[in-house]
Nanobody, 127 residues
Framework: QVQLAESGGGLVQAGGSLRLSCAAS????????VGWFRQAPGKERELVVA????????YYVDSVKGRFTISRDDADNTLYLHMNRLEPEDTAVYYC????????????????????WGQGTRVTVSA
């Protein structure tokens, strides 16, 4: 069983940056497709970015394209979400997710496609 633990959330002013981390134990990220999701108050959980296990296929939702970047450090088995030019609309609890897959270049855009989830880290962007 893969366990995921996010960190790095906090309060930031609009225009600022944060880097979220997701540390994995019990499994390696290079065997799993991964994603970052977020859930704002009163809203459903939504995809932010999804990546294949190889990292060569990545999908960003339009609202974060050009501002957010997903990366992975296999030596530390840690996934990152680099968030720049943050906007108040980015305020949410952010979750990392992973699913084992034999497919190298497939990513998954729906929450129900992921088996492993972290507990979430809260990001608040003030205007």
């Amino acid at each position: 069983q893969v366990q995921l633990a996010e960190s790095g959330g906090g309060l930031v002013q609009a225009g600022g940056s944060l880097r979220l981390s997701c540390a994995a134990s019990g499994g390696d990220f290079n065997d799993h497709a991964v994603g970052w999701f977020r859930q704002a108050p009163g809203k459903e959980r939504e995809l932010v970015v999804a990546s294949s296990k190889s990292g060569d296929s990545v999908y960003y939702v339009d609202s974060v394209k050009g501002r957010f970047t997903i990366s992975r450090d296999d030596a530390d088995n840690t996934l990152y979400l680099h968030m720049n030019r943050l906007e108040p609309e980015d305020t949410a609890v952010y979750y990392c997710a992973a699913r084992w897959t034999p497919l190298t270049s497939d990513y998954y855009s729906m929450a129900l496609q992921y088996k492993f989830w972290g507990q979430g880290t809260r990001v608040t962007v003030s205007a």
